[in-house]
């Protein structure tokens, strides 16, 4: 049975751990490596800059650790990472289910309403390379801490916004929403991959991404209670839903600056992500000429651009069909609370099969049915009663169904570009799914126009359904190759093989060299070694 782990090509004769042969076979044996040599001096930063320093760090990152151990600590940074991307993610909805509400109050159309919310993918994509050297020169801590205070900045614009009321001012509050969405989405894998052992790495990317989830369905659900047309839309109410949204924001901001860390005092397995301060634009333009992973890239924006751009504007699709702004609030909010529910199950799941190919693909085949049964209703049956009771169904399944696509997507695409920092292949597949939603919500702007019909609501869904059979074909053509997982299990060998050699002296040698691997590792991967004086 041929096997889906691969060891990546670039490592073949890296110097570190040379991998000669790996078997094509499910046990993945090993039979040949050379072990790390210590004699080997620091690097100039100019060194660490050329094409043969970005091997070498590799090479490092490959080399076994001498301790090995977790820290309860980790659990209170995904909790805090994920709190703040509640909060961001419950200002980027917040006005999806109140269009009306929001042209009456603010004086404007529903395509300046919507732009509120294209905003958020444009300026991701526009920033999200940015956003890798933010984090790339201030570390997580401080990347953390200026995500959350740019979200409690725009949370305050907004208050100001409503007093007013001035509608470019909630614009630039949106951009500022969205820089720290760009300090958010990418992320997750990043944390995972310091913090947490591989057994719990895809529960942990899916925990912080579900709570981004939940943040969307919140603000879907409690927006049309706080304002509503005609006599909830004062300025009383207005500055009760922004003002929450702000006090919140600050209360995170407070707790991200005096709690957040950088990495944990020991590594959580072989392959964490100690130091992630590698020469990215090396990384990003290596990750754009894989065809294998532009595959799943542009298969996953696909998908799940075109069907995060339904979710936002489900208030205008249902409208036709003489479903409330409450109703699609509530809707919106039992469907994605239980996907984000799910990605935790499928989280799971994966990390005990590490099945991601077969996940995703059993995910997006569920996800286009119901969807067909959606469209062919929609088109159908005349009777809205009848179609509001079937929509009561089947829009939560749909998302049900789709959230979990997006943490399981997330780790496959950091198997495919190990070594690559996580930060890489997350900020390219996130960036697919902003590019794609913001082109769909586009178009679907242009189809619904200011007063949506039935058959305009049925042609949106029905190009998304278009999309979705073509995100499923890219999605099987696909090669999994799950480099990181291979390496975890070859080192995690390597390290057990040499602890039933070893005595006592040999384990304290063994600590010592992984001392001087760890400081080789950080001149390497920081380029803080000095350079030699001239002769």
């Known amino acids: 049975m041929e096997s889906n782990v691969h060891t990546p090509e670039y490592m073949s004769n890296s110097g570190g751990f040379l991998w000669q042969t790996v078997s ?41 650790v001498a301790v090995i151990r977790t820290t309860p ?27 009306r509400e929001a042209e009456a109050y603010f004086n404007v159309n529903a395509i300046a309403v919507n732009v509120l919310s294209l905003l958020i993918p444009i300026i991701y994509v526009v920033g999200v390379v940015p ?8 570390g997580l801590r401080y990347g953390m801490i200026i995500g959350a205070g740019t979200n409690a900045f725009a949370g305050l614009l907004k208050l100001i916004a409503v007093w007013a009321p001035y509608y470019p001012l909630l614009v630039v509050a ?60 004062t300025q009383k109410e207005w500055g009760g839903l922004m003002g929450s949204q702000f006090g919140l924001s600050m209360l995170i901001l407070v707790v991200i600056g005096i709690c957040a860390r950088d990495k944990p005092k020991y590594n959580p397995s072989q392959t964490s992500t100690e130091n992630y301060k590698l020469p990215l634009a090396r990384f990003l333009k290596a990750q754009m000429r894989d065809k294998n992973f532009m595959l799943l890239t542009v298969s996953f924006g696909l998908s799940v651009g075109f069907l995060s751009s339904i979710a936002g504007m489900l208030t205008q699709l249902l409208e036709p069909f003489e479903i409330s702004e409450e109703i699609s609030g509530i809707l919106a909010f039992s469907g994605i609370l239980g996907g984000a529910m799910n990605c935790g199950v499928v989280g799971l799941c994966v990390d005990y099969t590490h099945r991601y190919k077969l996940t995703i693909l059993i995910l997006t085949a569920i996800m286009i049915v119901l969807v067909i049964i959606v469209t062919t209703i929609l088109k159908v049956v005349k009777d809205f009663n009848a179609v509001a009771v079937a929509l009561y169904i089947l829009i939560p399944l749909v998302e049900l169904t789709v959230l979990p696509i997006v943490p399981v997507v997330m780790e496959l695409a950091v198997e495919l570009a190990y070594p690559c920092p996580e930060t890489v292949p997350t900020t390219l597949v996130l960036a697919s799914m902003c590019f794609f939603s913001f082109v769909s919500m586009m178009i679907f702007s242009f189809i619904l126009g200011d007063v ?16 979705s059979v073509a995100s499923f074909i890219g999605f099987f053509f696909v090669q999994e190759k799950l480099c990181r997982h291979v390496e975890d299990d070859a080192l995690d060998k390597a390290v057990a093989e040499e602890d039933e050699r070893g005595d006592d002296d040999e384990g304290a040698k063994a600590a010592n060299d992984g001392a001087e691997i760890h400081e080789k590792r950080m001149n390497v991967e920081t380029g803080i070694a000095a350079s030699p004086p001239d002769d």
């Open 24 to 64: 094509d076979t499910a046990d993945m044996q090993i039979e040949q490596c050379e072990p790390y040599s210590h004699e080997r001096s620091p690097m100039t930063r100019e060194e660490a800059l050329s094409d043969d320093a970005v091997r070498d760090a590799v090479t490092l990152k490959t080399s076994p």
């Open 73 to 99: 600590y980790r659990h209170l940074m995904i909790i805090m990472f994920a709190v703040f991307g509640f909060s961001n993610q419950l200002q980027y909805v917040a006005f999806t289910t109140i269009v």
């Open 131 to 138: 956003g890798c050297y933010i984090y790339n020169h201030v």
């Open 174 to 233: 949106q951009i500022f929403v969205a820089i720290g969405q760009i300090l958010y989405l990418s992320l997750p894998t990043l944390i995972a991959g310091i913090w947490f052992p591989p057994s719990e790495r895809t529960v942990a990317t899916a925990v912080a991404s579900l709570m981004g989830f939940a943040g969307m369905a919140v603000g879907m659900f409690y927006s049309p209670h706080v304002v509503s047309l005609p006599d909830e839309n």
């Open 452 to 467: 949506p019909t039935t058959n305009s609501s049925f042609y949106c869904l029905l190009l998304t359904l278009c999309v």
